[in-house]
């Protein structure tokens, strides 16, 4: 949905919404890191969750470590499909 201003609303009670939250987080406190294009350019306003692309971060720092830690390398495929699905959208 985008509203009068021409940006996409994003209900953060859905699972969409969920994500971008938890993403938001990991990236505040430097857990994963963004390429190029990232966080939009937006003079107006201080970065918020909704200017996050999660397709296009990585891990950083210690966060590397807990994924080995964590295997999650090794986590089914099919695990995953729900969470890739949401980044597709």
């Not at 609303?9 to 990991?26: F, H, M, N």
């Amino acid at each position: 949905m985008v509203d009068s201003h021409n940006e996409v609303q994003v209900d953060l009670q859905s699972p969409l919404g969920a994500l971008l939250t938890e993403t938001y987080d990991l990236f505040a406190k430097g857990l994963i890191e963004g390429a190029d294009g990232v966080m939009d350019s937006r003079w107006d306003s201080h970065a918020s969750m909704l200017d996050i692309h999660p397709r296009k971060m990585r891990v950083q720092g210690i966060s590397g470590w807990l994924v080995d830690l964590m295997e999650l390398a090794s986590l089914p495929t099919s695990e995953l499909e729900p969470l890739v699905s949401l980044l597709s959208a």
